[in-house]
């Protein structure tokens, strides 16, 4: 689905479902969502958190897009509390995109402005495929380290652990 924005950019909502196999008796899926990044789109994005067990917050590298991703951060974060998460508590991993072209932000830069905690992150290229598999793998390890220590009930108030569906994706 497309979502038109006033600016005349367009913006994507899409989801992809991914199975990753059996976890004791848990059928590990990860439904992929992309989040309009528009407040004109915030009850969009409060439908598609609910039930969230991790985020990946992917970061444009390029200068002119720094401001940009500290708000969608912030407003990502925001959102996240107002549907009774504890955002601290939350798996996730800043994924800092764009990384193969020129007159990026240099990684220090943007670690002390999106991530000055310190979460898992990696350096990535979409267009060139690089790093995005093993993005997925680091939120993926960190929710199934969170279900193993038996925690996942303190994450979220909606949240997806325990669902041992059998649907195939």
Do not use: W
Not at 133 to 160: F, W
């Amino acid at each position: 689905m497309e979502l038109h924005q006033d600016d005349g950019s367009t913006r994507y909502f899409d989801f992809l479902p991914l199975s990753i196999g059996q976890f004791r008796d848990f059928h590990i899926k990860l439904h992929l969502f992309t989040i309009p990044v528009s407040s004109l789109f915030q009850s969009t994005a409060s439908v598609i958190l609910r039930g969230v067990d991790g985020f990946v917050f992917v970061a444009d590298s390029r200068a002119e897009c720094l401001v940009d991703n500290v708000k969608a951060l912030n407003n990502c974060r925001k959102v996240l509390q107002e549907e009774g998460y504890n955002v601290s508590d939350l798996p996730r991993v800043i994924q800092y995109n764009k990384r193969d072209l020129s007159g990026i932000i240099p990684l220090e830069i943007l670690r002390h402005e999106l991530n000055p905690s310190g979460h898992p992150d990696i350096e990535t290229s979409a267009r060139a495929n690089v790093g995005v598999i093993e993005c997925l793998e680091l939120i993926a390890r960190q929710i199934m380290e969170k279900l193993e220590q038996g925690q996942q009930h303190s994450t979220s108030p909606g949240s997806n652990y325990g669902d041992s569906d059998p649907l195939p994706y």
